[in-house]
């Protein structure tokens, strides 16, 4: 697993249930935060990757107005989907090294920099 890390990131956070296209202000449901933490490996199985493309879809938008059918507790990082690049893998990952090119779609967490996702869902 992952040693501690104190670094951070930036990820698109959704705070609060609204209008996604509200402008981006101290009172809209989304903001940018320069200060989210880097996910770290939680399981043998955990890659983190950086993120380095995701994709704007409907589903984000309905889950910033708290219509879509998957609800995550709030604050979240959004996001379904992306392509990136393998940072770091638990000692128990088999089908991916550090270095190789990856894509996935996930539940939320890919507006960010880097998001860490298990093997079998590359």
């Known amino acids: 697993?992952?040693?501690?890390?104190?670094?951070?990131?930036?990820?698109?956070?959704?705070?609060?249930?609204g209008d996604p296209t509200a402008p981006?202000?101290?009172?809209?449901p989304i903001f940018v935060s320069s200060h989210h933490p880097v996910p770290q490996l939680t399981s043998p199985t955990s890659v983190?990757?950086?993120?380095?493309?995701?994709?704007?879809?409907y589903g984000t938008s309905l889950q910033i107005m708290g219509k879509y059918q998957e609800k995550p507790p709030l604050p979240f990082v959004l996001g379904s989907?992306?392509?990136?690049?393998?940072?770091?893998?638990?000692k128990g990952v088999t089908r991916v090294k550090v270095?190789?090119?990856?894509?996935?779609?996930?539940g939320q967490d890919s507006y960010a920099e880097k998001v860490?996702?298990?093997e079998k869902e590359l």
């Not at 697993?1 to 249930?17: E, F, N, V």
């Not at 983190?48 to 879809?57: D, G, H």
């Not at 270095?99 to 996930?106: E, L, N």
């Open 24 to 28: 981006i202000s101290e009172t809209s």
């Open 99 to 106: 270095g190789d090119r990856v894509c996935a779609i996930t």
């Open 1 to 17: 697993m992952d040693s501690p890390q104190t670094g951070t990131m930036r990820a698109l956070i959704c705070r609060k249930l």
């Open 48 to 57: 983190r990757i950086r993120i380095k493309a995701v994709s704007v879809n």
């Open 116 to 118: 860490v996702v298990d």
């Open 81 to 90: 989907d992306f392509s990136g690049v393998v940072e770091a893998v638990g």
